[in-house]
């Protein structure tokens, strides 16, 4: 019974260590998104690649790029 319970307890550790692996290298490939805020406290946000960020991608890149200078 207790070789099991060590098994699985070796199981779960390594399910853990790769889940967590996997969430990291996930995250590290952000796709530019377009947010946008409104004044009553809701969001929207658009990803890359969806209509909408389309056209907003473009002005954002131009707004930011202006304000590094």
Not at 21 to 36: D, G, N, S, T
Not at 49 to 56: N, R, T, Y
Request: charged letters at 25%.
């Amino acid at each position: 019974m207790k070789k099991i319970l060590k098994f699985f307890g070796f199981l779960t550790v390594v399910a853990s260590a790769a889940a967590g692996a996997y969430y990291w290298f996930a995250m590290r490939q952000k796709k530019p998104q377009v947010e946008l805020y409104f004044d009553d406290g809701s969001m929207m946000s658009f990803v890359e690649g969806s209509p909408e960020a389309e056209k907003l991608l473009p002005v954002a890149q131009d707004v930011l790029s202006a304000a590094r200078r």
